[in-house]
């Protein structure tokens, strides 16, 4: 079943020296359970992508529908890691991961105990009161997985989360992600650009080019054995 889909989207950027295409005319058809890798090189429309399926960013024309509704804001059922380091740095760690909650009208008492939860299933049970400039680069995307999972979302929207991080990092993240995706075959659109990384979590790979917006491969992996 078709769960995310990107209907002839064009987005551009209005910018001083001119306007900048993003993508044009992009279409993309996600099934529920996939595991998604998006490679391709730098510029060609990967982050705005996400953005726009999150509902964080507009599209200039087209759509990209989640259930067959059209995205215009963010919502519950898509959880988004940013590229680099989002938490909001004045934040604590409890209110970094609590924001999505909070935003969806949980209640204090349900949101405090998801908090502690979540944190227990990242490894930082006693991190709640600590500020991210506090925490190291794999505990700070510990939180932001974190973050992105409150509201157990059906489509998880990940931008490069483990680039930044040391190799053990990667691997215990990646590790963590393998497990999650097995247990609860939520549909994941990953941008790496590490091939190693998408082979070895995703599902299917698809390689964008620089002509905005257009895919150049669309593999499908077999997972095989390849079980967390
Ligand atoms: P990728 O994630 O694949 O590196 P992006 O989605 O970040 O690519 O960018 C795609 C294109 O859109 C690039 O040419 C980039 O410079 C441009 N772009 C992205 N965001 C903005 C913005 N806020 N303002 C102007 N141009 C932008």
Redesign the pocket.
């Known amino acids: 079943m078709t769960i995310l889909e990107a209907v002839s989207v064009v ?5 001083p020296s001119g306007t ?4 044009d005319g992009f279409d993309l058809q996600v099934q529920e359970g996939e595991f998604l890798a ?1 490679l ?12 726009m399926a999150g509902g964080f ?1 507009a599209v200039t024309a087209g759509e990209i529908r989640v259930d067959g509704k059209r995205v215009t804001a963010p919502g519950r059922d898509r959880g988004m890691m940013f ?1 680099g380091y989002s938490l909001f740095p004045w934040a604590t760690v409890a209110d970094n991961i609590g924001w999505p909650m909070r935003v969806a009208g949980v209640d204090t008492a349900t949101r405090a105990e998801r908090v502690r939860e979540l944190l227990v299933m990242v490894g930082l049970p006693t991190g709640a009161g600590l500020y991210p400039g506090q925490l190291s680069g794999g505990m700070r995307q510990r939180v932001a997985l974190a973050r992105m999972l409150a509201l157990e979302p059906r489509i998880m929207l990940m ?2 989360p483990f680039g930044a991080l040391d190799a053990q990092n990667r691997e215990l993240l990646q590790e963590e992600l393998g497990h999650i995706w097995t247990r609860h075959r939520r549909t994941v659109l990953f ?1 790496t650009h590490d091939i190693d990384e998408a082979v070895a979590l995703a599902t299917r790979i698809v390689v ?1 080019t620089t002509r ?1 917006g257009r895919i150049k491969l669309d593999l499908a992996v077999d997972r095989g054995e390849m079980d967390f």
Do not use: N, R
């Open positions: 987005k551009s950027f209005t910018t900048v295409s993003a993508l998006i391709g090189p730098s510029g060609c429309g990967k982050s705005t992508f996400l953005h960013e590229q931008d490069e941008v964008f905005p």
